[in-house]
């Protein structure tokens, strides 16, 4: 898993290979992300294992705050990248 940004959004990517998108579950609740997912065995017998297969589930805190519902995601070749638009603050008036 890699966190990356630039200036207008924080860039998460995951490798999942094997794990189908409507496998995945992605929720974003203030600042912080959860994945969620299941990574089938595939048929045959195997003779080496080391992806863990079955269910998974990652919580992540990100760096500030995102405009919540505007997140971006797509699967291709195995990597997960979710784009979460940055939230800018908002000038406040100063009374005098």
């Known amino acids: ?7 207008d959004h924080y860039i998460l990517l995951v490798d999942l290979p ?3 998108p409507e496998d995945l ?10 994945l969620a997912g ?7 017998t195997y003779l080496l294992e080391e992806r863990p297969m079955g269910t998974f ?8 705050p995102i405009e ?11 990597v997960l990248e979710v784009r979460f638009r940055k939230r ?3 000038p406040l008036p100063v009374a005098q």
């Open 25 to 34: 579950e992605l929720l974003e609740e203030g600042s912080r992300v959860t």
């Open 1 to 7: 898993m890699d966190l990356l940004e630039d200036e």
């Open 38 to 44: 299941v990574r089938h065995p595939l048929p045959g």
């Open 88 to 90: 800018t603050g908002t």
């Open 68 to 78: 919540e519902g505007t997140a971006q995601a797509s699967l291709r070749h195995g």
């Open 18 to 20: 094997g794990v189908r």
């Open 57 to 64: 589930r990652r919580t992540l805190d990100l760096p500030g």
